[in-house]
């Protein structure tokens, strides 16, 4: 959970860097901060949806596998199977939290000045 939650928050605070430009041009065209985070967000979300669909159909492929390693536990258990991603979900969402409120409080004139 902890290296999903630091790639996640990596990935978006690299992207947010790469975009500051961009998200200061919005901002100085009258974007609202609102605007700024769901921009952000969207692509968090993004993310980790993109990530989530992969492990899970990782995670199903392997379970077969790994059936006779497990002890008094099913292989394809539903619960964990809703209960983990679920739980993903909401740690990620703090990940996208610290770089779309440092985008979305950046000073447009500040980074233009910047670059």
Do not use: K
Request: net charge positive; aromatic share 6%.
């Amino acid at each position: 959970m902890f290296l999903a939650l630091v790639g996640v928050y990596g990935l978006l605070a690299a992207s947010v860097d790469q975009r500051a430009r961009e998200l200061s041009i919005r901002a100085a065209l009258g974007a609202t901060l609102r605007d700024i985070l769901a921009s952000v967000a969207f692509i968090g979300l993004r993310l980790t949806a993109i990530g989530l669909g992969l492990g899970l159909l990782a995670s199903m492929a392997a379970s077969s596998l790994l059936s006779t390693l497990l002890y008094d536990v099913q292989p394809r258990d539903p619960l964990v199977f809703a209960l983990v991603p679920l739980a993903i979900l909401s740690v990620s969402t703090f990940a996208w939290l610290a770089p779309a409120r440092r985008a979305a409080s950046a000073s447009p004139l500040d980074i233009l000045r910047g670059e």
